[in-house]
Each structure stands twice: as C-alpha cells, then as structure tokens.
C-alpha cells in the first residue's frame, strides 16, 4: 500500500492531546480536574454578538459569503485601523477574514515560505507557528529572547542572517507574558529592512496590557510590503468557539492568502461574520464590557503572583499581558512534562508543559489564569501540596 503524505507525517502529533486525553479518563471517573490549561476567557460572548448573529441567520444570511470575507467586515476593522495607525489600508485588498487567527496564520506561513526557508521564530512562544513550517519543510529557527529582557538584541542579531525569510512573533506573548516594547520593535524592524525578510506580527492579546503600553509594529508602516498583522475577536471578545480572525497585510500576500481560504473552506460561517459586526455596532457597550473582563483579567493576575509566591524554590516573571504566566520549576523538576502529567495523576490539576513551546521552554510551566477566582486557589493550592509531597 501507498504511504500517506510526506508533509502530514511529518507533522508532530499535537502534544497536548495526551494531557487533555488523561484529563478526560480522570473526569470520566468522577474527578474534579481544575483546567489551568485552556486559552481561553472563561466569560460567555457578549449578548450584542450572539444577538446579532441570530438575527443574521433569520434574515437568511446563510449563504456563501466572498472568500475574503464579508464587506463590511472588512470595512469596519480596516476603519479602525487606518484611524488608529494614520493608515490608508483598502478593506478590498489589505484584509482577509479567516475562521479564527489560527487560519490567518496558517494561511500566511505558507503563503510566505517555501521549502527550506528559515523562519525565525521569537520563543517560547505559542505552539501552533511550528505546525505549518514542519508541513513545508522549512526550517524553523527557535530564537530564545521571549523571556529575558537583557540579551535580547544580541540573541536576535546572531539568528538572522540572508537566509532568513521570515520572523514571527506574538506580543503580548503567549506563553511568557511578555510585551516587546517599542525598542525591541523596531530592532525587528530596522532587521527586516536591512536582512530583507517578512515579519508575522500576532497581536490578539493586543488588547490585554497590564501596566505596559502595547505597542504595534505597524507604527513603523514604512514596512508595510512585508508585513501581515494576525489578530481576532476569540480572546477579546471571548468568542473563541465562533472561530473568527483576520490578517492584514500587503496585497500581493493577501491574495496568497485569499486563494488559500477559497481551496480550503471558501470562507468563515456566514452568520458568524454578520455577527461579529455587533462589535462595531455596539462598540461603546461592548467597550465598557470588555473593560470590566480585563479588569477581571488583572484581578486574577495578581491573584496568580500571590498564591506562587507562596511556593518555595518556584521563580517567575510577572506577565505584562495576555492571561498566562511561565513560572521556572527546573528548581524543583527539570522535565517539564514529566512535571505536568504527575500533577495532573496525583492531583487532579491541568497545566501545560513549557517543552512544548520551543526553545526556552523547557524547566517551566505555563499556567492559565483565564478561569474563576475560586479555580485558581485551589489549583495552586494543589501544586503547592504536590511539590511538598514528591519533592521535598
Ligand atoms: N495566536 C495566539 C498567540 C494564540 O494564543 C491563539 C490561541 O490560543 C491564537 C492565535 C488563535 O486564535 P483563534 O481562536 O482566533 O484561532
């Protein structure tokens, strides 16, 4: 028989799958696991957009829509950016709509790279950006600066050379927190001129700073031509199952991209799209909402810093943004998965192992803090019993 694909086999099994496959046996057998795992809000959407979107289907918006998405989607987040940014981007040709970010992103990777291109990839840093690189055999160069602040021009400069093709990053960052300022910004971005490279910019926690100002790399739009912004409603407006994002770059990539979109879903659900618009149509109501949930976010932050601090041997950064934080357990236990699946055995406590997430990773553990108060008390609570009881 015929082997399957070269590409696909090469791809990684998802590592999180094992973890959340053991989570589903414990919870089958009546177990409470707390999830300090997920990305996600543990709000629900907003009532504006789930309004909006069924009064789409009823008005029969349930058709095939244009696969760069709808119009006035585009319209609308296009608008805010050419206001926020003094940009003059063309909803027509400067923005596709994709079921979530993670497609842009997808979408976008192998619209840029081709076979053994070097892709510089800023970690540790969110898992999915390897899958795609794999896929096409490029090669992904891991470059370890998402964690500590002092090397982070030096480390950057020794990864980049003419081979490099593109560079991807995620700030706020998922998993570490952190929040490239404006100097590191534009090291990336005197590099990409000088080196002649694409920079992928993930900005959906863009919204989430704690007491950092977020800064965009399209503030330097003199780059424009090689630049693609990712970025998405799941994480700030809590709509994470709706799988609604976007990309915004130059047209030439965009139409890459476009092409992509109408081979491999024609376009993101229609009425989700239509919904979305609520967004811009409530924007004042659901700005005051979102203030409320990202004040939440902060509560818990805090609410994360003081319970780990309690655990001896435990060192961490405390993140600037998004609603992650990276503790350093290599004190305690260098084999971060190791760590994670004996904690979720003995104590019922779900979190994520930093290994998976690139260079860097490894001796930490990444900890979700978008869930309830209560969850993460006693999640820690736990951690804190398990490390007394294995390891002391
Ligand atoms: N980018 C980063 C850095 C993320 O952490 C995630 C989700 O965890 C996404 C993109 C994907 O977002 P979406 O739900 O819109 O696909």
């Not at 296009?78 to 992103?105: E, H, M």
């Not at 192998?110 to 540790?124: G, Q």
């Not at 943004?321 to 990276?326: D, E, K, M, N, S």
Request: aromatic share 12%; charged share 25%.
């Amino acid at each position: 028989m015929k082997q399957l694909s070269k590409n696909a086999m090469q791809l990684p099994e998802s590592g999180t799958i094992k973890i959340l496959d053991l989570a589903k046996t414990l919870e089958r057998e009546g177990k409470k696991v707390i999830h300090l795992d997920v990305g996600e809000p543990q709000f629900d959407t907003p009532e504006e957009i789930k309004q909006e979107a069924v009064r789409s289907i009823i008005d029969g918006n349930t058709k095939y829509t244009s696969s760069r998405g709808i119009f006035e989607l585009r319209e609308a987040i296009i608008r805010n950016y050419n206001q926020q940014y003094n940009l003059d981007l063309s909803p027509a040709k400067n923005i596709i709509i994709t079921p979530g970010a993670k497609f842009a992103v997808y979408a976008a990777i192998l619209s840029i790279i081709s076979k053994e291109d070097h892709v510089a990839l800023l970690t540790p840093s969110w898992v999915t950006y390897w899958a795609p690189i794999t896929f096409i055999s490029g090669k992904a160069i891991d470059v370890n600066v998402m964690l500590n602040e002092d090397d982070f021009e030096e480390k950057l400069k020794s990864s980049i050379n003419r081979k490099t093709k593109l560079l991807i990053y995620n700030s706020p960052n998922n998993p570490t927190g952190k929040v490239l300022t404006k100097k590191e910004l534009k090291l990336i971005h005197d590099l990409s001129v000088d080196y002649d490279f694409f920079v992928l910019a993930d900005e959906i926690y863009g919204f989430l700073t704690y007491n950092q100002k977020f800064y965009s790399i399209l503030e330097m739009s003199d780059i424009f031509d090689r630049l693609i912004i990712i970025n998405g409603f799941s994480k700030k407006y809590a709509m994470t199952g709706w799988r609604i994002g976007y990309a915004i770059g130059p047209e030439n990539l965009i139409n890459a991209m476009v092409k992509f979109q109408q081979a491999a879903t024609t376009c993101p659900t229609s009425f989700v799209q239509y919904g979305t618009l609520a967004v811009f149509k409530y924007n004042d109501i659901l700005s005051s909402k979102i203030t409320k949930m990202k004040e939440i976010f902060k509560k818990n932050r805090d609410l994360v810093i003081d319970e780990l601090s309690k655990i001896p041997n435990i060192r961490f950064k405390v993140p600037d943004g998004a609603f992650y934080i990276f503790p350093d357990i290599s004190m305690i236990e260098k084999n971060s998965y190791d760590f994670v699946m004996k904690l979720l055995k003995a104590k019922y406590v779900s979190i994520t192992p930093g290994v998976f997430f690139g260079d860097g990773g490894e001796g930490h553990v990444r900890i979700s803090f978008a869930t309830s108060k209560e969850n993460i008390i006693e999640g820690i609570n736990r951690i804190k019993e398990f490390i007394k009881e294995l390891y002391s």
